[in-house]
């Protein structure tokens, strides 16, 4: 695969494009182009020209005719031009340079100064590129972090309120949605792409005053008594304690902003909700959108205490005012959304189940005190999404789970049902499931010889699951921590029924 740098010359004259190739040798590879519609064409048909060398006059369509196309179609952001005439006026110069060109060279060529300038410009945008990309990855990876931990987050507030795992996640999504849709139909919030960005985060936090409510009374199946929903309305109140409590700068904006949610999103447009009783625009914006779209997740979810609304009652629950009052322009921003919030409804369900082991892990987190604090959370991410890659590439199969730390195992079919789940270090897995002691001993055997670089093994064995013995093919794939040196801190894996045609085989091969 030739790896020289891709350099695209347009010229009329075969002689000057021969003169430019000559000059610059062989360290690049050249493409040509005899007038500007070719040139057009090229760019379209060639991904990765690193520069354009360009004439100004030229048959069918002129340099600046091929500048104020790649200008309209931003395609000179990613190929910078050299403009190559023997006009050296200044009107024509700052023209060249108000379409974009990166520099201008005049004829005839000074093979030392082309060299240099080409050179430059390349060098130039190979390190632009690689900043962007830089940053591209900083910033994916911060989200895809901040995603993780908010899913943490989610399963930690579920560890004693059911309704929390999913809710966040679906409160997450529909405020962006609700906000980029505002922003579409009004300039009256001029909400910047930070501004969204930073709402949506803190959207996460609206319910954190549930973790100071009794748990009897969050989890309570039936109808509140009036004691009981007097107390389930403090959460907001307690929310915002916990952020005002918190050792942040109480003036950073996002502080600022999870603290408005978390105390108002229960606020009411005519002034009837709670705990202030503000009215209209006394409510903060990032507060009003958390609210009308905490109303809609908790009318489409499922609770201890009621059935799920479908999606059409619950729009038209909300647009009927049956819910309270919200803001006439969030209204429409949610009617205008109905179809995009019926499939984001459909897809989180559908993409819940690839994420189950989330839950699993928020758990071993409670539970885990082994571990140092220090770059915990890191470790925590990094288990995390490592766990959720195996099982996604895996899902419909039978799943196991353990955390040799704590010693919690879960064991699920291929329907997500659990078949077997233990907190017990000294439990015995393979006795459970009549796994011969030969058998137990060379797996045993196999998951000491894994490590960091060789993490996974596979086997066949015999084994019993909801009452049928018959052969399993199994793949276990150990986790490791930087934090914890004496070996792996737990254990992920699938196993499916061996074909009969395939049980005469051997009961135990290497993986």
């Known amino acids: 695969m030739d790896k020289r ?7 009329d004259a075969e002689l000057n494009r021969d003169i430019l190739k000559e000059i610059l040798g062989e360290t690049y590879n050249y493409l040509e182009a005899e ?30 005719e091929v500048l104020e196309i790649m200008k309209r179609s931003q395609c000179i952001e990613e190929t910078p031009v050299i403009m190559i005439s023997s006009e050296d006026d200044v009107d024509t110069m700052r023209k060249a340079y108000e379409l974009g060109i990166t520099d201008y060279i005049t004829r005839p060529f000074d093979s030392v100064i082309v060299k240099k300038r080409v050179q430059n410009t390349l060098g130039l945008y190979m390190n632009q590129k690689h900043l962007i990309n ?7 990876e911060k989200e895809e972090n901040n995603n993780i931990m908010i899913r943490i987050l989610g399963n930690v507030l579920g560890s004693r309120n059911s309704e929390s795992r999913d809710h966040i996640l679906h409160i997450k999504t529909a405020t962006e949605m609700i906000l980029r849709q505002l ?13 969204i960005a930073m709402i949506t985060t803190a959207s996460s936090l609206h319910d954190i005053g549930k973790i100071r409510i009794p748990e009897e009374i969050l989890n309570k199946p039936g109808r509140l008594t009036d004691e009981e929903f007097k107390i389930m309305k403090t ?8 952020i005002k409590d918190m050792d942040f700068p109480q003036d950073h904006p996002l502080v600022r902003t999870a603290w408005e949610i978390s105390r108002w999103h229960h606020e009411r447009w005519d002034g009837k909700g709670y705990p202030d009783g503000l009215k209209g625009e006394e409510i903060p914006i990032c507060a009003q959108v958390v609210s009308i779209v905490d109303v809609y997740d908790a009318l489409t979810s499922e609770r201890c205490y ?5 999606h059409d009652t619950a729009i038209q629950m909300i647009l009927d005012g049956q819910c309270g009052q919200f803001n006439p322009i969030l209204l429409k921003c949610l009617k205008e959304l109905s179809i995009q919030f019926s499939k984001m409804l459909i897809k989180e369900r559908d993409d819940n189940k690839h994420y189950y082991e989330v839950q699993r892990l928020s758990n071993e987190i409670l539970s885990d005190k082994a571990l140092p604090n220090q770059n915990y959370s890191q470790s925590i991410v990094k288990v995390m999404q490592e ?5 996604k590439s895996n899902s419909g199969m039978n799943s196991i789970d353990y955390n040799a730390v704590s010693g919690q195992l879960t064991i699920l079919n291929g329907k997500q049902q659990i078949l077997c789940q ?12 009549g796994v011969d002691e030969e058998d137990v001993q060379h797996i045993q055997v196999l998951l000491h010889q894994t490590s960091v670089q060789n993490k996974e093994i596979s086997v066949t064995i015999k084994a019993k699951v909801e009452d049928n013995s018959q052969m399993y093919r199994m793949k276990l794939h150990t986790l490791w921590s930087p934090l914890k040196k004496d070996g792996y801190i737990g254990i992920i894996g699938y196993f499916d029924i061996v074909k009969q045609e395939n049980t005469k085989e051997s009961g135990k091969r290497n993986g």
């Open 35 to 64: 007038n500007g519609n070719q040139a057009i064409q090229m760019i379209g048909d060639n991904l990765g020209i690193g520069l354009m060398l360009l004439d100004i006059n030229m048959p069918q369509m002129n340099g600046f």
């Open 387 to 391: 766990k959720i890659d195996f099982f």
């Open 134 to 140: 830089v940053v591209y990855d900083q910033v994916y």
């Open 422 to 433: 233990r907190d017990n270090p000294k439990f015995n897995l393979f006795k459970e499931f």
């Open 235 to 242: 959460h907001s109140e307690l929310g915002a304690t916990i």
């Open 306 to 310: 009621k059935k799920a609304f479908d």
């Open 5 to 11: 740098q891709k350099i695209l010359i347009v010229d």
């Open 183 to 195: 922003v579409k139909v009004t300039d009256a919030y001029p909400l910047t792409e930070a501004d």
